[in-house]
């Protein structure tokens, strides 16, 4: 099974669109972008309705700010992590802790922002847990698996061919950071490492970061030795 990748800008965050037999797409975006979504799909001669699946990587405003409105255009179900469905559902805005300097200054700078914007809630129709999930059923050679570390729910999308859509596992591109490597907030660095090493033994060789132009594995690989 062949699977072609698009790249999705949705407000502060990259989104992905995995296409086989049916599309999938990869996190829902920032606040607001439901319009820019349309807009996208037209871009790539597809139909909103050809997505089925929304795989949230965590539950961070920037991955799950327009969720709600992305399912109600396309009709897609939600898969997210049991351990963070509520933050959809509920309406919740939790931020991890800054592991470095200016993380800890973002982690400030975001608490500021939370009292003026709101997350629409939406119904997580697929409830991940730790075993991997097959995507064999959308026609696409690849699994979910959960990668903890970023925030305890987080999880990533590991093709066959060696693509790993990580979310927030790995930051590659400004404000965040000026080169690729291990992301600057994370509620547990070691289960950052942990979840890298998982990866890395799964396959893992090109990296689709959420934030940050795809980068190879191997600059992973030489973090974590």
């Given at each position: ?50 997505i ?28 997210m ?65 959960h ?48 979840s ?30």
């Amino acid at each position: 099974m062949s699977t072609a990748i698009y790249q999705m800008v949705l407000g502060f965050d990259n989104c992905y669109i995995l296409r086989g037999r049916f599309c999938i797409l990869i996190d829902g975006g920032s606040l607001g972008q439901g319009d820019n979504f349309r807009k996208n799909i037209q871009k790539l001669a597809m139909k909103p309705e050809e997505i089925k699946l929304i795989v949230l990587t965590h539950g961070h405003w920037d991955h799950i700010g327009s969720a709600a409105d992305i399912k109600d255009i396309s009709g897609a179900r939600i898969a997210m992590h049991r351990w963070e469905k509520d933050v959809l559902e509920k309406s919740l805005q939790p931020t991890p802790p800054g592991g470095t300097l200016w993380g800890q200054i973002l982690v400030w700078l975001i608490s500021l922002c939370k009292p003026f914007s709101h997350i629409s809630p939406a119904k997580v129709d697929i409830i991940l847990g730790d075993e991997d999930v097959s995507l064999a059923e959308y026609g696409i050679a690849g699994r979910i698996i959960h990668t903890p570390g970023h925030s305890a729910g987080s999880v990533s999308v590991l093709l066959d061919s060696g693509e790993a859509f990580v979310g927030d596992l790995a930051m590659a591109g400004f404000p965040l950071r000026f080169s690729p490597g291990l992301p600057i907030l994370a509620e547990n660095m070691e289960q950052v490492r942990k979840s890298w090493q998982k990866l890395l033994s799964a396959g893992a060789e090109t990296i689709y970061p959420a934030h940050g132009k795809p980068f190879s594995a191997d600059i992973i690989r030489r973090t974590l030795r």
